[in-house]
């Protein structure tokens, strides 16, 4: 009996090896198509991705997908996030930025060879706009209309010199109109076009959608009837939910050609053979200090909030945060018009923060530092930043109590403003810093803070004009006037720009982060 | 399992003319208990929805504010139409109602986390935990009974420490950390293992049928892609094999010492029976109703999702599904995957019940 039933087990051992030693453990561009070195690559990430549908995504997954799929009026190139560039359309926009013109480029096709006319960027944008999905508020109080066959007309009730680069996000991308209207797509909230759109695409971008699974992978094929700008060098594009400790296995052994879910500790013992590209992200992590005095007194004391500031050594928080972090110079990051030089920055003064802790009272008090403890802004650990804030807190003599709280949990008192002292970032919703001045008093997230619109007149005064001036030079100076104003004055203290970090193969060539859509995947080249 | 449900019948010896009557008897009284467990079963598959609501619904946060984006969630218009789009504008009783209204036409309503119903979800993510499940159950018993078996024979001796030291093992390591630890040696220093998911990137997925790779691909007589799915199916089964084999180990060789010591085989052995025959005929088939027991246990639980594995081997079953309803707050989500795992241990128990009398003549069911 013995004999058999050992057997037995060796043979079902051997079968398990045999079957994993007959399949090909590489992904490598040229093992599993065998076409060439360009049939495919592998992208790793994890996935948040809810839909692909463009009006209705918002997530960073979607947006990779979404931006190969359907282009845009006007996008920005791989190697320059500033500046604006024609897309499908090129554009004029009247003195007083409130009436924007775009005449679409001559002979662009959907991906089923029919033109991309006037009525789909009508379509497209009023659907957007019209039903209520979650990227909908990019175009809040703008009309779109047609004006001919090629040329459409987007009109503000307020100047808005940020919606040229809100047109360039995926979520502003151009649809077939017929087709989606055959398949149940409206303009408003009876839109019923979500589930044909997470199973087929309808753009005109350089690839078409072959798949996808929410929770495993999205394979993209390119788009043969593409006519546009950007010369796609992958024949398909496969994009898989994966966790970061296993990315990191993957692109080592080149089963994957990017991994872009690395921690900064991952990314530091990465093997030599893979490259890695760090730049700042378009991330702002923050400490919010909340000044309703109902809810702490001592958060809504200047002189206290002065202290807090001044109790922080930002160089020694950077250390938690790897390669290509720096502290923020202010809420708007570098790379941003408005971003503040480094002269500008915060600094610490331990024995400043001590006298104004004692004379404001808050030494000895308890305040409590909220964050959410699952989640980690391009690979920063809010957990170990929010200990080592309260160590050097501390150090000032003031105690804080941490009370980490899953995301889900948690972002409602940091919405609803009452987190006493919240630990928090901020990413990008498009390329313009008019994201940034949500933080303004009387703003959305200021509010967050319990700081109300008459609460500094001055600062509400910079926002407005920042919101509407369209010329560029005092567009810069209005947004770094109110940068410094708010290092000095707000409830708010910048802390970190994490630095993203894109590990890639060195066959791949071409890797550009991009703060809206990540990664350009039609972008990249092979070497 | 449910222990007051079974019964030992007595010991009276069947006269040959009662045999008929008795059978007839038997067939209907089993069809009576079964009617009987799956009125039961409704009955506790809507205690299940009830605290599941309750409890997703005591939990503090806001759905809305866990699902939309930071601006989404400060417009008013965004947030009205999301609330009505999920039924979230309705009072809890009215939203618990409505969910058992669709319940009875088997809909589990929209996942607000993947924007598709929460069965597609369901029917998607299953059948992945359900492959390995089936082949982790399946290798654990082989290897189970048989170290079992091993270790109770030679119970004191040098190779029954060794097994009882391994099925200890098997036990005690953490799967997250065997999971990550075979990942590393087999497919990153090794090569000899594919890396994650549940089929080499490029490789399309076979014809759906059963949604489980292995056996749609031989269905289909698509022989690459079923050895491709086997070889990713390899790494995690094993894994949780691993931990099942030192269960069932213990368990079994804890009964089959149980059953050797018992007087009818030691009589068994006394009247010259071979070996295999005392063990397959006598101690097999009298140590089967515990084994039989944790083995309902153990598949349970395999099925119910095994997070951490299916997170390291990029598996897209349900236990990651379950942790993204959950963390999400995707209050539907999170009670469909509840409803299934209350499924999935009521009819294991159903099962398991059932084969306890065929296995023992002495068990009879009512």
């Not at chain 1, 959907?110 to 960027?121: Q, Y």
């Not at chain 2, 931990?243 to 009818?264: N, Q």
């Amino acid at each position: 009996m013995h004999r058999r039933h050992i057997i037995l087990t060796s043979v079902v051992a051997a079968a398990t090896l045999v079957l994993s030693a007959c399949s090909s453990p590489s992904s490598s561009p040229t093992s599993t198509t065998g076409s060439s070195s360009t049939a495919q690559i592998v992208i790793d990430t994890t996935f948040d991705i809810k839909t692909i549908d463009p009006g209705r995504e918002y997530e960073p997954t979607g947006q990779i997908v979404v931006k190969a799929l359907y282009d845009t009026l006007l996008t920005f190139a791989d190697d320059d996030t500033t500046t604006v560039i024609p897309d499908l359309a090129t554009y004029t926009a009247n003195a007083d930025l409130t009436q924007f013109t775009f005449t679409l480029a001559p002979g662009r096709v959907f991906a089923d060879g029919s033109p991309v006319t006037a009525d789909d960027v009508v379509f497209s944008l009023q659907r957007l706009e019209g039903m209520k999905g979650n990227p909908s508020f990019l175009l809040d109080g703008v009309t779109v209309t047609k004006v001919d066959d090629s040329t459409i007309q987007l009109t503000t009730t307020d100047p808005n010199p940020a919606l040229p680069a809100t047109l360039a996000t995926p979520s502003a991308g151009i649809m077939n109109s017929k087709v989606v209207k055959d398949n149940g797509g409206t303009t408003d909230e009876t839109d019923a076009a979500e589930t044909f759109l997470n199973e087929n695409s309808a753009g005109s971008g350089p690839y078409v959608l072959k798949t996808m699974d929410v929770a495993s992978q999205v394979v993209l094929t390119k788009n043969p009837a593409y006519n546009g700008p950007q010369t796609a060098t992958y024949d398909t594009v496969i994009l898989r939910n994966v966790e970061p400790a296993t990315q990191k296995m993957n692109v080592e052994r080149g089963d994957a050609q990017i991994a872009l879910g690395l921690s900064p500790d991952q990314v530091a013992s990465l093997a030599s053979t893979v490259k890695v590209e760090s730049t700042p992200s378009a991330t702002v992590v923050f400490l919010l200090l909340n000044a309703d005095p109902t809810v702490n007194a001592y958060t809504a004391d200047p002189q206290c909030v002065k202290a807090i500031k001044e109790a922080i050594d930002y160089p020694s928080l950077l250390e938690l945060a790897g390669a290509g972090a720096s502290q923020a110079t202010g809420l708007v990051p570098t790379g941003f018009l408005g971003a503040l030089p480094a002269s500008d920055e915060l600094t610490f003064d331990l024995a400043a923060a001590t006298s104004n802790a004692a004379a404001c009272g808050i030494a000895g008090q308890k305040v409590t530092l909220s964050f959410p403890n699952d989640i980690d802004p391009t690979g920063l650990s809010l957990s170990t930043l929010a200990q080592r804030i309260q160590v050097q807190l501390q150090a000032a003599g003031i105690t804080v109590d941490l009370a980490p709280a899953p995301f889900a949990t948690e972002i409602d008192p940091y919405r609803t403003g009452k987190e006493q002292i919240g630990l928090w970032y901020w990413n990008p919703d498009y390329m313009d810093p008019a994201n940034y001045l949500a933080f303004g008093p009387g703003q959305s997230v200021g509010l967050r803070a319990g700081w109300q619109a008459d609460a500094d007149p001055t600062i509400a005064d910079l926002v407005a004009q920042a919101y509407t001036t369209g010329d560029e030079t005092q567009r810069q100076t209005l947004f770094e006037e109110w940068g410094k104003a708010m290092n000095a004055d707000s409830p708010f203290i910048p802390l970190i720009q994490p630095g993203s970090n894109v590990a890639h193969q060195p066959s791949v060539t071409n890797v550009y982060y991009n703060p809206t859509w990540l990664i350009n995947v039609a972008g990249l080249g092979a070497a | 399992m449910s222990q007051d449900s079974v019964r030992p019948d007595t010991a009276e010896s069947p006269s040959p003319s009662s045999t008929l009557t008795r059978g007839r008897r038997s067939h209907s009284s089993l069809v009576r208990y079964l009617a009987r467990r799956l009125i039961i079963t409704a009955v506790l598959l809507v205690g299940i929805t009830l605290v599941t609501f309750t409890l997703t619904n005591l939990v503090p946060g806001d759905p809305v504010a866990a699902a939309l984006g930071q601006r989404a969630a400060d417009d008013p218009a965004i947030v009205a139409q999301f609330r009505a789009q999920y039924g979230l504008d309705k009072s809890l009783p009215e939203q618990y109602w409505a969910y058992l209204t669709r319940l009875a036409h088997l809909n589990l309503g929209t996942s607000w986390q993947t924007h598709r119903p929460v069965a597609q979800d369901l029917a998607r993510a299953i059948p992945a935990t359900m492959e390995i499940a089936l082949s982790a159950i399946v290798m654990a018993i082989i290897v189970g009974l048989v170290l079992g078996a091993v270790s109770a024979y030679r119970r004191g001796r040098i190779s029954d420490q060794v097994l009882r030291l391994i099925s200890l093992l098997g036990i005690s390591l953490p799967t997250f950390w065997t999971a990550i630890l075979v990942f590393y040696i087999f497919y990153y220093k090794l090569g000899i293992a594919p890396g994650s998911g549940r089929l080499s990137p490029g490789m399309p997925a076979p014809p759906h049928v059963t949604g489980m790779y292995t056996l749609d691909a031989l269905l289909a007589g698509q022989g690459e892609t079923f050895v491709d799915a086997a070889a990713h199916l390899a790494l995690p089964s094993l894994v949780l094999t691993l931990y099942t084999v030192g269960l069932l180990t213990r368990f079994s060789r804890m009964s089959f010492l149980e059953v050797l010591d018992k007087d009818f085989v030691r009589a068994a052995r006394a009247k010259g029976l071979p070996g295999h025959t005392v063990f397959f005929r006598y101690v097999l088939r009298a140590a089967a109703i515990p084994i039989l027991t944790m083995v309902g246990l153990a598949f349970g639980s395999l099925l119910s999702g095994t997070v951490l594995v299916e997170s390291i081997f990029s598996w897209p079953g349900l236990g990651s599904y379950a942790y993204q309803a959950a963390s999400k707050l995707d209050l539907l989500a999170v009670m469909g995957v509840g409803l299934f795992v209350g499924v999935v241990y009521l009819g294991i128990n159903l099962v398991v019940d059932v084969l306890y009398g065929f296995i023992d003549p002495r068990v009879k069911v009512g």
